[in-house]
């Protein structure tokens, strides 16, 4: 892979940053992190995210506001940003559909879809869900009773005379394509349920709509016809390759995929890659559409009131840290098919158990006796085979459980650091392949835990207290702890696409900071050329987390 292209959806500016937004783009942050670290090279990865501006409701609300339709995309497309700051989202581009960079591009595409034949004039009569901005077939429109499947509004009847998009033209090649995982539709339920509704068949898109007396100067005009104006989806689509249609960031295309929730599947895996066949252009690699967060076994609505906007997310990163909410979300969201509930309670078990006494506890803890036991360096390679020469170390370390009455119960166990890592790597990488973010950096988290499960068996501490009884004891403790070290310094490698900051605190201490420009793969290789070294000094430092107090009241969003 030379590169890698991940994309969010574009959000509509008319809406508040909610957890659903922060949700999509931490995915595609966190993938873009990984890759970055992968390749080595972080200019070969882009991570595109942005403002959808040009939807009919912009309008309407910018006037209730005595606001004009761009003043009021400024201000909200401004909270986007903010908000995934807040999140320490490191996207390279935030587009905004308003800029020239986008018009221009996207009119471009549009001529040279009518040129080719595939847009075309018609009539169109059709359910137009207008809290959705689109059009919902028949059957849909008669199965929710006339009302819209998203929001639950009334449908409205609409005629119009409109430009087309012929998607009925791609049919059978979608069909191929999907089928063939030329395009990856994902998860694998989502692939089903996409190529099923392929087979109903597929009917013209409406791509344009006439503008009325009194309609603001809102959105893209057809190039060819400036009576009517682009739908607004179909021009938001394009935003994925007007960013990168220049002369430095066309390497980027195709994405490697576009990320969003299920909601919005159809316009990624069907019309755009359509529209980008007619364009001559290469489809994405893959489409991954996530399930959705929903509140304390509730869903989130405008009418329930109860969505868990920004404001509340940036409680939880002032009191856990924004690296536990990005966990949170990441570890325990809805990236499968099933939704996923955002509970308090929930939350705090899994800071607990993860992070307070998984990574945080593991980390301090070894830094401690490194420090304690070793003066704070790393006075011992470990080169065996086993992670242990000839297995010795462990040999001793169960010596001295069984000088102080604790012997280790059961047959010898080994524990095979080297082949643990490389595999841990492995797993993350292929996992990171087919979008399951969630799995690559709980590979590191299994990690931790074979660390501590093996300190639980070796008992450094045990093993200290005989030092000078024990003739290798020494050499086995120093050897028992580098392993240890070795081994977190490899799972914060995968660990840190999730927990940027907290993981660069850990590199700090322990001046262990990966090296630019070298591949996740060398940089991960236990005992390597980037491992720790002798002589090395690891700072014990602060607990990376504090535990939680169950008992606390959950936080609660500032208002301002
Ligand atoms: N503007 C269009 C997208 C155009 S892309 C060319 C749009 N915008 S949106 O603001 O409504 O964002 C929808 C997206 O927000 C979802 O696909 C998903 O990524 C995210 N989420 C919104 N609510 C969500 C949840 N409750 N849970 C998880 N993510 C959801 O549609």
């Known amino acids: 892979m030379d590169t890698y292209y991940v994309t969010t959806p574009i959000y509509y500016v008319n809406d508040r940053p909610h957890i659903g937004h922060c949700y999509t783009t931490l995915l595609a942050d966190v993938a873009a992190r990984f890759q970055r670290m992968r390749l080595g090279r972080p200019g070969d990865v882009f991570c595109l995210t942005g403002t959808d501006e040009h939807a009919e409701k912009v309008v309407q609300s910018a006037a209730q506001r005595g606001l004009s339709p761009l003043e009021w ?88 005379q409109n430009y087309f998009f012929r998607l009925d033209k791609y049919e059978g090649w979608l069909k191929e394509q999907i089928e063939s995982n030329s395009i990856r539709v994902l998860p694998d339920a989502r692939k089903n349920e996409v190529l099923g509704r392929i087979r109903q068949g597929l009917n013209k898109v409406p791509v344009s709509r006439r503008i ?36 430095d960031r066309r390497r980027f295309w195709p994405a490697n995929v576009h990320v969003m929730a299920k909601d919005i599947l159809w316009f990624h895996a069907v019309i755009w890659p359509a529209m980008l066949k007619a364009l001559g252009e290469e489809a994405p690699k893959a489409v991954y559409a996530h399930a ?25 990163c002032e009191r856990y840290s924004t690296d536990a909410v990005r966990w949170y979300l990441l570890t325990q969201g809805p990236l499968g098919a ?13 800071y607990n158990a993860d992070l307070a006494n998984g990574v945080g506890n593991s ?63 492995e797993k993350a990488i292929a ?55 070795e081994t977190l310094r490899i799972a914060s490698l995968l660990i840190a696409p999730a927990m940027p900051t907290k993981m660069a605190e850990l590199w700090q201490g322990w001046n262990c900071a990966p090296a630019d420009g070298i591949s996740l793969e060398e940089l991960a290789r236990f005992g390597g050329a980037h491992a720790l070294k002798k002589g090395q000094k690891i700072t014990k430092g602060e607990a990376l987390f504090m535990r939680a107090d169950p008992k606390e009241d959950a936080p609660v969003a500032k208002k301002d």
């Open 73 to 160: 995309a400024d201000r909200n497309a401004a909270e986007f940003r903010k908000a995934f700051d807040a999140m320490d989202f490191a996207y390279d581009d935030f587009v905004r559909t308003t800029e020239d960079r986008h018009k221009t591009r996207a009119s471009a595409y549009i001529q040279k879809l009518v040129d080719s034949g595939d847009i075309e004039l018609g009539d169109y009569e059709g359910w137009f869900d207008a809290s959705q901005e689109e059009y919902v077939p028949e059957n849909t429109a008669r199965e929710h009773d006339y009302k819209s499947p998203v929001t639950g509004r009334p449908l409205e009847k609409r005629t119009e």
């Open 212 to 247: 009325k007396d009194g309609d603001a100067d809102w959105g893209i005009r057809m190039p060819n016809d400036p009576e009517h104006r682009i739908y607004v989806w179909i021009e938001a689509l394009c935003n994925y390759l007007t960013t990168v249609d220049t002369d």
């Open 292 to 316: 959705y967060w929903i509140r304390e076994g509730r869903k989130m609505s405008k009418s329930l009131g109860n969505f868990i906007e920004i404001e509340l997310l940036e409680a939880y």
């Open 338 to 350: 099933n939704d996923a509930d955002f509970a308090h309670d929930h939350f705090v078990e899994t």
């Open 363 to 425: 980390t301090s803890r070894v830094g401690n006796m490194i420090d304690k036991y070793l003066g704070g360096e790393l006075t011992m390679l470990c080169d065996g085979e086993y992670g242990f020469p000839n297995g010795t170390a462990l040999q001793t370390a169960l010596q001295a459980r069984q000088n102080a009455g604790k012997p280790a119960e059961g047959e010898m166990r080994t524990f095979h650091f080297a082949n643990l890592t490389r595999e841990a790597v």
């Open 431 to 485: 996992a990171a392949d087919g979008f399951e973010v969630d799995e690559m950096v709980r590979q590191g988290l299994s990690l931790v835990r074979a660390v501590d499960d093996f300190i639980s068996y070796s008992a450094p501490f045990t093993l200290a207290k005989q030092i000078d009884e024990l003739e290798d004891g020494p050499h086995a403790l120093a050897t028992i702890l580098y392993s240890c070290a």
